[in-house]
């Protein structure tokens, strides 16, 4: 169905962000925010805190829904979760890796069965695949415990052929369910044989789970919710349809960093400006970069567990700083003198909020900055903590503060002096150092207005708290929009085009006149129609976001050329009209 412009601007869209603390929800309708909601997490039931909270936003809404219901956007941790604290299903690797490379010395965590056979790296079949040998890795496999197999080949990006043959070979195997075969072509289309075998290896080990919450969220839509669609957010700050994410559940790795991120877009005062863009939880601050208004995104892909993968992802660094960390004394008391750390573990919950624990949050209390919790216990809990080293509570509550502006300041010039070093790749264009130093700090989470104002001095630049800060990772859900990306590969030699994302395999006519032209003219209109197949059906905005080309010589003659070109539907957000608070 195609949905005009102005047909969106009157749908209701949800967005709701699980977090690791609260569950925060947004009602986004006709470009403004209607209505927002929180709720504590239940880690162990993050379901349940997604429907409290839907329930909970909807009650705040009060207005009758529409009769063709409503939009979901999650930002959901389940997937992330999963592969960090290694919950997914026990999963081994088949490997097609041809000659010349040792896997054992890549260093990969799991599980790898080698198979003989080889394609070349332009996609010519140099050896056949052993079916026999193929079954009996399986069977291996199986006996020692796997649940889920991920097939990738070195190559299958230039020729997928042997992926699916092995997979025609697995597929009578019953264990081995449709969901929980992962082919590595069909994540990924870029080379980087290493990265692709872990984001083949993490995507089969959170396929069950990833079915499984799926089939909940049906249940939930079904009874009597009135949610029409649902999509989820991704890594790349884009979203995908329900459906796709059986197929693809890396992809929605690390979406709460995505986010925020597209939160401070929908909402910022500065869109057009170099922005650093800092969000403050209670465990941790995540720290992202934009040039000119576009987000930075990850080089080679998301890094999440020690696994690097390629998935696509917005750029975006955690440090363990937040409302709830603990704050460690360097020094023994009586010392003349000393200094303190805060972080990188969580304390727990604040003295304020009834805890047992001398937090920042405490700091902001006592000091005035934060007119939440109880005053007296936040108090109470820094005299204690403070009178063996003989400073008042106030004295080294401004010190908490202090401490807490000058390491996330720290952080922040670390991160550019990191990014200053290396080209830098947004979705539109790769850009030289000199064009990166922020101008504005865009701050977001409940304690932003604390320390936002104070690093933005430190920093020297002016500053945003955002609107609804503390909702909005919800909004940046609500407000963030599909995304779809292919590769294409051409030989012309070969006379042979690949886009391994989706599935096509073609004969290039007239190679001989067959240039880069042509080749970003044929990635746009696989991008498109890529796009429409993930039920885009009029994608907008469809940017060539890297490509090369080489020329292919024998003897002292060009015999041809291969090329390489990314198209991609740019993430984007739906611009929502607030009142800016900007300093």
Known sequence: MVISEGEYAKMIIVGIDVGGTNTDAALISGGKIKATAKVPTNYNQLLESTVSAFEVLLNSYGSRLPEDGIELHLSTTLSTNAIIQEQGDPTAVLAVPGPGMNIKQVGLRFPIYILSGSIDHRGREVAPLDPKEVRAA????????????????????????????????????????????????????????????????????????????????????????????????????????????LIRPIETILSGPAASIMGAESLSAYPYLNTVIIDIGGTTTDISCQIKGDTVFQRQGAEISGYKTLVPALFSRSIGLGGDSEINITNTPGDSGFSLRIGPKRAGTPAAFGGNYVTPTDAAVVLGLAKIGSLVSAENALSDFSKPYGIEPKELAQMIIDTFTQQLTLAIKEIYEDLQSQPVYTVSEILAPPDIQPQAVIGLGAPAKVFIPPVAK??????????????????????SCQTAGITLHADTALGVMTVPEAGYTGRIERPILFDIRRARKEATERATEFARNLGLDEPENIKIVEEESFNMVRG????????????????????????????
């Open 138 to 245: 399986v069977t291996e496999a199986k006996n020692e415990g796997a649940l889920a197999l991920a097939v990738v080949g070195k190559f299958s990006h230039r020729n997928p052929s042997h992926e699916l043959t092995i997979e025609g070979l697995i597929r009578g195997d019953t264990l081995f369910k449709a969901g929980y075969i992962t082919l590595g072509h069909r994540l990924s289309g870029r080379p980087n044989f290493p990265r692709r075998m872990a984001t083949s290896y993490l995507n089969a080990s959170i396929a069950r789970r990833q079915a499984s919450f799926c089939s909940t969220i049906r249940e939930f839509m079904v009874r009597g919710k009135n949610v029409r669609n649902v999509f989820l957010l991704k890594a790349d700050g884009g979203t995908m349809r329900l459906e796709d994410s």
């Open 458 to 479: 430190h920093l020297g630049l002016k500053y945003q708290i955002l609107p609804y800060s503390e909702s909005a990772n919800a909004i940046g859900a609500a407000a």
């Open 556 to 583: 002292f003659h060009t015999i041809g050329r291969t090329f390489m070109v990314r198209a991609q539907v740019r993430p984007k957000v739906t611009r929502l009209s607030v009142p800016f608070s900007q300093c």
